[in-house]
């Protein structure tokens, strides 16, 4: 099984900010988010024979202590999206042109200097390619909102986009396997 878990709570999520690539720690509440999301998966039976993650720290420490005692493997290709100079806005004060675009992610452009939509399901759908046959045992892969929305994307191409108008809540977890060299549609838990 491949379980896709989105990093607890930081200062910027509780604050409302667009976080992007800035590198903000878990807070208290981030840190509690990840110890359920650990007991979760532990009561699911989910023991991580390898554990993947975007190299920011929010991510990393998710990844820690869902999996604690585990080395994590960081990969760029799992980072947030590229907010550009956009970055850190208050979410409830964004440009005219960064609500048009989160209107209608999958008919507006993103905005000058912000990373595109297609860009952001292929970086982590070529990650999840490296898994396809060689994902012996239970993988944890600890990511971003949009990062995330990018792989269920990619692993549902007939979605109609359905995953990026989703909200996605921090330690949020979906899982999804290989069969047959194919994924499964991934199920939220």
């Given at each position: 099984?491949?379980y896709?878990?989105?990093?607890?709570?930081?200062?910027?999520?509780?604050?409302?900010?667009?976080?992007?690539?800035?590198?903000?720690?878990?807070?208290?509440?981030?840190?509690?988010?990840?110890?359920?999301?650990?007991?979760?998966?532990?009561?699911?039976?989910?023991?991580?024979?390898?554990?993947?993650?975007?190299?920011?720290?929010?991510?990393?420490?998710?990844?820690?202590?869902?999996?604690?005692?585990?080395?994590?493997?960081?990969?760029?290709?799992?980072?947030?999206?590229?907010?550009?100079?956009?970055?850190?806005?208050?979410?409830?004060?964004?440009?005219?042109?960064?609500?048009?675009?989160?209107?209608?992610?999958?008919?507006?452009?993103?905005?000058?200097?912000?990373?595109?939509?297609?860009?952001?399901?292929?970086?982590?759908?070529?990650?999840?390619?490296?898994?396809?046959?060689?994902?012996?045992?239970?993988?944890?892969?600890?990511?971003?909102?949009?990062?995330?929305?990018?792989?269920?994307?990619?692993?549902?191409?007939?979605?109609?986009?359905?995953?990026?108008?989703?909200n996605?809540?921090?330690?949020?977890?979906?899982?999804?396997?290989?069969?047959?060299?194919?994924?499964?549609?991934?199920v939220?838990?």
């Open positions: 099984m491949i896709i878990v989105r990093h607890g709570q930081t200062a910027l999520n509780k604050s409302h900010a667009l976080q992007g690539r800035s590198d903000h720690p878990l807070n208290d509440a981030g840190f509690s988010q990840a110890r359920e999301a650990a007991e979760k998966l532990r009561a699911r039976g989910a023991s991580f024979s390898r554990v993947y993650s975007s190299p920011l720290i929010r991510a990393v420490q998710t990844a820690q202590t869902v999996a604690p005692g585990l080395p994590v493997i960081t990969d760029p290709r799992l980072i947030e999206m590229d907010y550009g100079p956009y970055e850190g806005m208050d979410l409830h004060a964004l440009a005219p042109e960064v609500l048009t675009f989160f209107r209608d992610f999958v008919h507006n452009p993103a905005p000058e200097g912000m990373e595109q939509l297609a860009d952001v399901v292929r970086r982590p759908g070529d990650f999840l390619e490296t898994l396809r046959w060689n994902a012996e045992g239970d993988i944890l892969i600890s990511t971003h909102a949009i990062a995330m929305k990018g792989l269920l994307e990619y692993l549902t191409p007939d979605s109609g986009g359905a995953y990026w108008s989703k996605i809540g921090n330690c949020a977890v979906y899982v999804t396997e290989v069969k047959d060299g194919q994924f499964t549609v991934p939220e838990i």
